[in-house]
């Protein structure tokens, strides 16, 4: 049975792309335009193996929703990686110190990022 991601951004062209790279890879990939939508998605889904989330998006930021389902039992040990344009030391701590597993940039590379998921999917 393939492992699940979560992707939580609001770019839909990004969440398209990293779509691609996921299913390519065999993955399932459910998607959330905000991390709002994030976390009925995680509510809806049977089960959710790792998040992909953005940092900046409306109604709920990513630290923020990395925040919230930390918080949930159902869902705390799901592994959240960081896809973002932000390079920011301080977001970067801010993010890990809520849960956050890793900190990838965009543009993002295909082989990295299914590399990043592959070790925490696994882990």
Partial sequence: MAKTVLIVDDSMSLRALVKLSLTRAGYAV?????????????????????????????????????????????????????????????????AKAAGARAWLTKPFNPPQLLEAVGKLVLA
């Fill in 30 to 94: 459910l998607e959330a335009s905000d991390g709002k939508d994030g976390l009925a998605q995680l509510d809806k889904a049977a089960k959710v193996n790792l998040i992909v989330s953005d940092v900046n998006m409306p109604n709920m930021d990513g630290i923020t929703f990395v925040t919230h389902v930390k918080q949930h039992a159902r869902h705390k040990f799901i592994p959240v990686i960081m896809l973002t344009t932000e390079d920011e030391v301080a977001k970067i701590a801010q």
